[in-house]
């Protein structure tokens, strides 16, 4: 794909649902009885893999434009699959679904692309043998085996702040006999525990842990999806780093457990207006962002779950504020899609950006003018996404080698981002 410089980047935009939500709501709506319309399901590639895997299950899915119906037929209802379950480019997918087959007496195999096939799933294996199930890997890594059958419930504490870890134990949990907890040292998105109570599980939350008692059945319920908000992140930063620009996004997610890159774009000095409309059972509401003079900032800590997967599109914002702004912490990023810290570096330094790579983060010194280049996504949706909005800033044409996994998260993404370029509300 090939992105020349944007004078300005306007325009108002509803973007497709959000992919962890999405992921969850069909995965609930399996384990459910009854039907779960989901309104507002992500067009997401992604999301797409949860469906595959989950009719490969035997569970009913129907597609209608933008919602999905699914219907459950409880745990019970779940079949053996007759082939691997292909999770595709899906970390969510793999990890989330080998949590619930956990507690399925029958043998599955989870895999994906090469992509996938590269990254950790030991994480999640261990904590559902300790429950009872045999799960696992290869090295490590998939294809994941897991032969499911009764669990009983345990207390784990996790290592790496992972939603999908405490997803997968948490729906592992629900089947299992007594009550399962997982603890975590930082918070990491909540989708789940916001979403059981709607399928009628109670839950307890005590600090930062979460607890579910096994054997309590999941009703399908309606789900609204709200647009995904780590998708919204690159156009904030493109409305951001232009000049005369303004970009108001609707119907985003608003959960501060996804929302701390906006906490850090507000530091670096973003103009951004928020404004919430509903609560529950997510936060969502609108954003505007306008034409900003950044300036850097250090991000590390515990804000870094809540903003890991929106690292890509800050390093942009990095490469256009004044002075050097450090990344810690985020060692997660090397086992992502690709290894988000290695790209970025790589990205970044193509457009004349200067760009110290950290065993946990990246130190991007800011202020320096981009020229067009050629550049590699690695396959990685959210690198190419960057790597684009880094290309509507950058003097002349940049060319970002296999765009195309952009629709891994949002596939609509280089229309989106033509429009606004072109300035059309
Ligand atoms: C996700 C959790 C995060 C995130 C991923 C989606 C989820 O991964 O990076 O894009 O929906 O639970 P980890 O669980 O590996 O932190």
Redesign the pocket.
Known sequence: MRVSRAPHFRGRFRLPGD??IS?RAAILGALARGETPIRNFASAADCASTLGCLEALGVGVWREDQTVRVTGRGPEGWQAPRADLDAGNS??TL?MLAGALAGRPFRSVLTGDESLRRRPVERVAAPLRAMGAVANGKEGRPPLVIEGGRLRGITWELEV?????K?AILLAGLQAEGTTTVREAHA??D?TERMLPVFGVALAREGLAVSVRGGTPLQGAPVDVPGDVSSAAFLIVAALVRPSSEVRLDDVLLNPGRTAFLDVLRRMGARLEIGLVRETPEPVGWIVARTSKLVATSIGGKEV?AL??EVPALAVAAAHAEGTTTITGAG?LRV?ESDRIAALAEGLRLLGGRVEELPDGLAIEGGRPLRGAAVRSHGDHRIAMALAVAGLAAEGETEIEEAECASVSFPEFWDVLGRGAAGAD
């Open positions: 992919k962890s992921h970390g969510s990890r702040a992972s939603a999908q870890v997803t990491s998105r989708h779950p890991i997967d997660e992502k």
